[in-house]
């Protein structure tokens, strides 16, 4: 049975991110229902010139970010996996303390307690100490802290493929099989 996964985009800058691993989740066949926070429109409008009504050739089914009736508000929705990303210290903050003020919230904390992968690709710099504590709350709570952090090892051509390669690396956290990414070889 083919997976069915969460995708909250929220406002840190990064927005290229959310739109490849959409991309490379179509691709490889996966369901994905999305999620954004209204700081995230902002990003996502001011980075890319995009709505999320652009994105919707991706995306399963859009939730409102303050419709606590969704499915993902329920663990007997039964999603796979969910990936905050990218991810804002705000809503880090939120998931680490179980503050649920909005969907994003509430659905990493159905995540964490139904004990299915949560991928938070967190971007910030520097962290305070705060950013910190909450990082290390959110990994022994068991969630997977992955920076958004680009890679130049792969030699990206330009910045769609640098954001699908991390895209790529997502998708490997949460087990699915995306063809056709650049891995390395060895030298
Ligand atoms: C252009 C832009 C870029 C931003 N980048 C970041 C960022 O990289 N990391 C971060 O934590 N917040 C960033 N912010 C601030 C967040 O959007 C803000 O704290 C917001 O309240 C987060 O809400 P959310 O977590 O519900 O999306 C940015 C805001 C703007 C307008």
Redesign the pocket.
């Known amino acids: 049975m083919s997976k069915k996964i969460i995708l909250a985009i929220?406002?840190?800058?990064?927005s290229l991110y959310a739109v490849q691993f959409l991309k490379v989740m179509q691709q490889a066949g996966i369901e994905t229902h999305a999620v954004i926070?209204?700081?995230?429109r902002?990003?996502l409008q001011?980075?890319l010139g995009l709505t999320a009504d652009d994105l919707q050739q991706y995306v399963a089914q859009w939730h409102a970010a303050d419709d606590f009736a969704a499915p993902m508000s329920s663990g007997s929705s039964r999603f796979d996996a969910m990936v905050v990303l990218?991810c804002?210290?705000?809503?880090l903050g939120a998931i680490a303390n179980g503050i649920a003020k909005?969907l994003?919230h509430r659905a990493a904390d159905v995540i964490l307690k139904e004990k299915k992968p949560l991928l938070l690709a967190v971007?910030?710099t520097p962290l305070n100490r705060i950013h910190l504590e909450n990082l290390l709350k959110v990994h022994d709570a068991g969630a997977i802290v992955c920076p958004a952090m680009p890679s130049f090892y792969h030699h990206p051509a330009g910045l769609e493929e640098m954001a699908t390669f991390f895209a790529g690396r997502l998708a490997d956290l949460i087990g699915i099989e995306v063809a056709g990414l650049k891995r390395w070889q060895g030298k």
Request: hydrophobic share 25%.
């Open positions: 929220t406002g840190a800058s990064g926070s209204n700081a995230g902002l990003v001011h980075e990218p804002t210290m705000g809503s909005n994003i971007r910030e």
